[in-house]
């Protein structure tokens, strides 16, 4: 571990990345490089763009702070490391080390990758060719991922079991229910909750257990060309493995079908279900997928699951919004009109 302190004033209280701290941190990795093409920012990190003086590329993430995000980076770079030794054009570390950015008490962490070309489309674009291309991918992926031990991964049961305890808090408050009522005209029936807390128990004991993604969704996914018309597209890039996790594969797919079922929205749910579990994951992938009943369930397991996604999606739009501006959120509305436990 590499511990950078910034001296910049801007820095001491925030740690903001600016190009003081960006130049400083690269150094530390022992990178000269020419400039940076650009920033982006995700939920969980600011991704850093650089250009080398021999004209290859590098990205330079900084992650978002918060518990337990070191053993987080740990975990992505093992695994996305390993998919990318076996040919996949996952996120691979150019550097093993982890930088930590320190200011007082205040501490983020920052990994070094090599460069992936390509594009993100919209979902709502996605051609059948890209949702089979999905299906396929994410199943080649659980086919190689079956290989790697589980190693410090949290199980994907535990880290739902703690995200519904939150949800389920959350829900009970009343200014909640009241602002939800008032604002959006809307109630949550949380007695679901504890249903799918059982089935989440009872998932980890199920068979075929192994490492999965559980971020499988666009942002995270690059094609070689933006156009989307492309006759045969191809991905280009596997990004953020930061939610990786231990389980079944059904928790990748559902959680995928999730976006899907929501985003493409102009085609059917039943048909988009087809393209990608059925041409894709089965038909055209490595790995194969056969749903089950859970007993005392009347869904099966990647409805059940979906569901979950769907209401985990609809809380953190809550969440990380003002409820006035929702209403103009397209996929807020979507969503709402997806989950079943609102009334």
Same mark, same amino acid.
């Given at each position: 571990?590499?511990?950078?302190?910034?001296?910049?004033?801007?820095?001491?209280?925030?740690?903001?990345?600016?190009?003081?701290?960006? $130049?400083?941190?690269?150094?530390?990795?022992?990178?000269? %490089?020419? +400039? &940076?093409? !650009? *920033?982006? #920012?995700?939920?969980? @990190?600011?991704?850093?763009?650089?250009?080398? $003086?021999?004209?290859?590329?590098?990205?330079?993430?900084? %992650?978002? +702070? &918060?518990? !337990? *995000?070191? #053993?987080?980076?740990? @975990?992505?770079?093992?695994?996305?490391?390993?998919?990318?030794?076996?040919?996949?054009?996952?996120?691979?570390?150019?550097? &093993?080390?982890i930088l930590q950015l320190k200011s007082g008490d205040f501490v983020k962490?920052?990994?070094?990758?090599?460069?992936?070309?390509?594009?993100?489309?919209?979902?709502?674009?996605?051609?059948?060719?890209?949702?089979?291309l999905l299906g396929q991918t994410m199943s080649d992926m659980h086919a190689?991922?079956?290989?790697?031990?589980?190693?410090?991964?949290?199980?994907?049961?535990?880290?739902?079991?703690?995200?519904?305890?939150?949800?389920?808090?959350?829900?009970?408050?009343?200014?909640?229910?009241?602002?939800?009522?008032?604002?959006?005209?809307?109630?949550?029936?949380?007695?679901?909750?504890?249903?799918?807390?059982?089935?989440?128990?009872?998932?980890?004991?199920?068979?075929?257990?192994?490492?999965?993604?559980?971020?499988?969704?666009?942002?995270?996914?690059?094609?070689?060309?933006?156009?989307?018309?492309?006759?045969?597209?191809?991905?280009?890039?596997?990004?953020?493995?930061?939610?990786?996790?231990?389980?079944?594969?059904?928790?990748?797919?559902?959680?995928?079908?999730?976006?899907?079922?929501?985003?493409?929205?102009?085609?059917?749910?039943?048909?988009?279900?087809?393209?990608?579990?059925?041409?894709?994951?089965?038909?055209?992938?490595?790995?194969?997928?056969?749903?089950?009943?859970?007993?005392?369930?009347?869904?099966?397991?990647?409805?059940?699951?979906?569901?979950?996604?769907?209401?985990?999606?609809?809380?953190?739009?809550?969440?990380?919004?003002?409820?006035?501006?929702?209403?103009?959120?397209?996929?807020?509305?979507?969503?709402?009109?997806?989950?079943?436990?609102?009334?």
């Amino acid at each position: 571990m590499t511990t950078l302190e910034p001296g910049c004033r801007a820095c001491q209280n925030t740690l903001d990345m600016d190009q003081e701290v960006i $130049a400083r941190a690269l150094q530390a990795y022992g990178v000269a %490089y020419v +400039r &940076e093409l !650009g *920033m982006q #920012k995700g939920y969980r @990190n600011e991704s850093h763009a650089i250009e080398q $003086a021999d004209g290859m590329r590098l990205n330079l993430i900084i %992650y978002k +702070r &918060e518990p !337990g *995000m070191l #053993k987080r980076v740990h @975990n992505a770079n093992r695994v996305s490391n390993y998919l990318a030794s076996a040919g996949f054009p996952a996120r691979r570390t150019a550097d &093993e080390r982890i930088l930590q950015l320190k200011s007082g008490d205040f501490v983020k962490y920052a990994s070094l990758y090599k460069y992936l070309p390509g594009k993100t489309i919209p979902w709502e674009a996605y051609t059948m060719e890209h949702i089979k291309l999905l299906g396929q991918t994410m199943s080649d992926m659980h086919a190689t991922l079956a290989g790697l031990n589980r190693g410090g991964l949290p199980h994907v049961a535990d880290e739902y079991l703690a995200i519904l305890d939150r949800m389920e808090r959350y829900f009970a408050e009343p200014g909640v229910q009241t602002a939800m009522q008032k604002k959006l005209g809307l109630t949550v029936d949380t007695s679901a909750v504890p249903k799918l807390k059982t089935l989440l128990r009872k998932i980890k004991s199920l068979p075929d257990q192994q490492v999965l993604h559980m971020d499988f969704v666009r942002g995270n996914i690059l094609f070689e060309t933006s156009e989307i018309k492309a006759e045969k597209p191809a991905v280009s890039g596997l990004l953020d493995f930061e939610k990786t996790s231990f389980g079944p594969p059904v928790f990748d797919i559902a959680r995928t079908l999730a976006f899907l079922l929501v985003d493409c929205k102009y085609k059917e749910p039943e048909k988009v279900r087809k393209y990608f579990l059925q041409s894709g994951y089965n038909k055209r992938g490595n790995a194969t997928f056969q749903d089950v009943r859970i007993k005392d369930n009347d869904e099966t397991l990647l409805d059940s699951l979906v569901e979950l996604f769907l209401l985990h999606d609809f809380y953190k739009f809550l969440r990380h919004n003002p409820y006035e501006s929702l209403p103009d959120n397209e996929h807020f509305v979507r969503t709402k009109n997806i989950v079943t436990v609102l009334a």
